[in-house]
């Protein structure tokens, strides 16, 4: 289609998010040559500041964070000379007023409309007061061409996050906008679409018949740092099973789309929120384990308890650590678990799904046969193995696993663009295949609320502790049984 010139406009210029994801990202595409040749970008915040120093902490937070390392001086300058900050608080009209300046100035100059991109980069409670003055100000009704981007959380649960859907639908067409999960965006993540349906060997195996169970686990080294504020009225649940995890499961249960198609695809990952199992409050204290970090080391350095960080309750019963165990009641899935988990102040950062196959049903060997297992890597490596039995040199017929390995440094050269960068370009684009619509985020929301509900209810009912630097509760592994007796790790 026409390549149109670009308007970004992001509300939070002055926050982490915009430092450390998005204008690194906005910076590597424009390197790239990925972005129009005639865009601008509109950093909108409350704040004061000057713009000289604003744009230097910009170009720190490149250096600093970029996959890149340290830009290229002219390659910045000549990206800054399209960035500019406009000091406006987000309750005020005057803000969308020189905002709305700015944007008819840049199309009057190109003699061409834009793409508008609102990037809501904002705490949660500006999204509605943001969105109502774009729409009074007629600033986002171009439905093929203004679209908004609006980052997690969506909503604290189901009820709040159907308000905000029908709050949005009333002034922007569903196709403008664009709900972030930016694990959908993560390369070892997209490729999953890829090796489930381009490839034939592993489909027909992809069910209850061959499949014994699933583990999907995004452990996190970091601990709760300066967010505390937040994270504290969220948990480990909300912040990343409701998204990142459900949206993981659905990539690796859904069925395959009838064509690689932003809605169609969207449809079959909802389709498999919809068949999650619910439980009862007894079921949800038996299947659902939550944890909460207490001091240790990690790395050698002390981590001090979650109850002492930052904007933290020092009575807080807030989960920093979630495993449960769920169901995907259809045809394809009957009966195979699901093991979910998440942590915050584990030994290593790894996210990992593992699949793994069942038993052989028929035994002609000695020895004890481990099942075959496909392990995906998502971060820090990128990888997928896949173990299998080998029968070990020698004069006797003795069996070990070995494993068959890909990884992206052997097989590309390519470099692994950040998953900002890949989403960013699809917004730019209006292909919202990797963004999360409406119906897709309140499944997720609906699928966590009877556990959301049932730890309410019993606030410290069965909060396990775990010392930083482990992997969790042992009541986490617990929950496996019989399936496994721990959790899988790369070695
Ligand atoms: C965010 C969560 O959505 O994802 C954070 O709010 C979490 O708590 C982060 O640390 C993890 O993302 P990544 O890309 O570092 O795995």
Request: glycine share 4%; proline share 4%; hydrophobic share 40%.
């Amino acid at each position: 289609g026409k390549v149109y010139p670009a308007a970004i406009t992001i509300f939070g210029a002055k926050g982490d998010l915009t430092k450390r994801k998005l204008i690194p990202a906005l910076y590597n595409l424009f390197t790239d040559n990925h972005l129009p040749p005639v865009f601008t970008i509109y950093c909108v915040d409350y704040l004061e500041v000057d713009e000289v120093a604003f744009k230097d902490d910009l170009l720190a937070g490149i250096n600093e964070f970029s996959r890149n390392g340290i830009a290229d001086e002219k390659k910045w300058n000549d990206f800054a000379a399209r960035l500019s900050y406009i000091q406006g608080d987000f309750l005020k009209a005057d803000t969308y007023l020189c905002l709305k300046g700015k944007l008819d100035a840049f199309e009057k100059q190109n003699k061409q409309n834009s793409t508008r991109i609102f990037y809501f980069a904002t705490a949660p409670r500006f999204i509605e007061i943001i969105a109502e003055a774009l729409y009074q100000q007629n600033l986002c009704n171009r439905d093929g061409l203004d679209r908004i981007v609006v980052e997690k959380p969506f909503g604290t649960d189901l009820t709040s996050a159907k308000k905000l859907n029908r709050f949005l639908g009333k002034r922007f067409a569903e196709k403008q906008i664009y709900r972030i999960d930016h694990y959908l965006g993560k390369e070892a993540v997209q490729n999953i679409m890829a090796f489930r349906f381009a490839n034939y060997v592993f489909e027909p195996l992809w069910n209850k018949k061959f499949i014994d169970h699933v583990q999907i686990s995004v452990a996190e080294q970091v601990g709760v740092g300066k967010r505390g504020g937040y994270y504290d009225s969220s948990g480990a649940l909300r912040d990343m099973i409701q998204n990142h995890l459900m949206q993981l499961l659905c990539i690796i249960a859904m069925e395959c789309p009838k064509e690689y198609e932003s809605e169609l695809i969207r449809d079959a990952k909802t389709r498999v929120l919809k068949s999650i199992r619910t439980y009862s409050t007894p079921q949800i204290f038996k299947n659902v384990i939550r944890g909460q970090y207490t001091a240790g080391n990690i790395d050698d350095a002390p981590r001090q308890a979650y109850r002492k960080e930052d904007h933290v309750l020092s009575s807080s019963d807030t989960e920093t650590f979630v495993a449960a165990k769920l169901f995907v009641d259809n045809e394809r899935w009957q009966g195979v678990p699901f093991f979910l988990r998440t942590g915050k102040s584990m030994p290593i950062q790894s996210s990992i799904i593992v699949v793994q196959f069942k038993d052989s049903p028929h035994k002609i060997f000695k020895d004890d046969i481990v099942p075959n297992r496909l392990i995906i890597s998502i971060q820090p490596e990128l990888e997928i193995s896949l173990l299998f039995e080998s029968k070990i040199p020698g004069l006797q017929m003795k069996l070990k696993p070995v494993e068959m390995d890909f990884t992206y440094q052997e097989s590309y050269t390519e470099t692994i663009p950040e998953a900002y960068e890949a989403l960013l370009l699809d917004v730019l684009h209006g292909d919202a295949t990797l963004f999360m619509r409406a119906d897709q985020v309140e499944a997720a929301w609906k699928v966590v609320m009877p556990i959301v509900d049932a730890w309410k209810k019993y606030p410290a009912k069965e909060l396990h502790l775990y010392k930083a630097g482990t992997w969790g509760p042992t009541a986490s592994n617990a929950i496996l049984k019989p399936y496994a007796k721990e959790w899988f790790r790369l070695s």
